[in-house]
Antibody, heavy 122, light 110 residues
Framework: QITLKESGPTLVKPTQTLTLTCTFS??????????VGWIRQPPGKALEWLAL???????RYSPSLKSRLTITKDTSKNQVVLTMTNMDPVDTATYYC??????????????WGQGTLVTVSS | SYVLTQPPSVSVAPGQTARITCGGN??????VHWYQQKPGQAPVLVVY???DRPSGIPERFSGSNSGNTATLTISRVEAGDEADYYC?????????????FGGGTKLTVL
């Protein structure tokens, strides 16, 4: 079965760079049409899409955060990494990674990780 | 950028029908997905491509999409349906295509 799990720091300081890793199993990011996305959710607020990477290394970013985000994949390790620069307290949120399947055109997220809470504070 | 508008809250008595709307410019031309999120849990896909259900999702969950409004309908509402619901589309209309989520609707079962 498909599983995803986020890992990374729980606390970062303002201006630092956040690096989150999504480790998955049950699918391959080399399969045509497959993608992995990152979505975040500030406490008590709505979901916000951040980035999406496809099997062919096509990458999409939220227009409002594009300048701060980088998404990469390591197919051999079954991992997707998201970096976000210049962290600010408003970036405090639960960060999720999620799977988008090969039949999902346009993308939809049918499997989600449990999420990881990242707090930005000095 | 494309904006999806949801009512902040919807209330319904058990056994009744809940309808949660998602408004967007000509949203009827897009595929809409719906997620259910219970407190402290990750979202769960409940409807995709406007009206299809993933396996394991009860038939009580259905969707429709036309014009400027998509609707998630939950029939015979149960206490366990109380959750936040989010709609999602792919915005291909801008220079930077991407995923868009609605602001979410809190469903309260009275």
């Amino acid at each position: 079965q498909i599983t995803l799990k986020e890992s990374g720091p729980t606390l970062v300081k303002p201006t630092q760079t956040l690096t989150l890793t999504c480790t998955f199993s049950g699918f391959s990011l080399s399969t045509s049409g497959v993608g992995v996305g990152w979505i975040r959710q500030p406490p008590g607020k709505a979901l916000e899409w951040l980035a999406l990477i496809y099997w062919n290394d096509d990458k999409r970013y939220s227009p409002s955060l594009k300048s701060r985000l980088t998404i990469t994949k390591d197919t051999s390790k079954n991992q997707v990494v998201l970096t976000m620069t210049n962290m600010d307290p408003v970036d405090t949120a639960t960060y999720y990674c999620a799977h988008s399947g090969p039949a999902a055109v346009p993308p939809m997220f049918d499997y989600w990780g449990q999420g990881t809470l990242v707090t930005v504070s000095s | 950028s494309y904006v999806l508008t949801q009512p902040p809250s919807v209330s319904v008595a058990p056994g009744q029908t809940a309808r949660i709307t998602c408004g967007g410019n000509n949203i009827g031309s897009k595929s809409v997905h719906w997620y259910q999120q219970k407190p402290g849990q990750a979202p769960v896909l409940v409807v995709y491509d406007d009206s299809d259900r993933p396996s394991g999702i009860p038939e009580r969950f259905s969707g429709s999409n036309s014009g400027n409004t998509a609707t998630l309908t939950i029939s015979r509402v149960e206490a366990g349906d109380e959750a936040d619901y989010y709609c999602q589309v792919w915005d291909s209309s801008s220079d930077h295509p991407g995923v868009v989520f609605g602001g979410g609707t809190k469903l309260t079962v009275l």
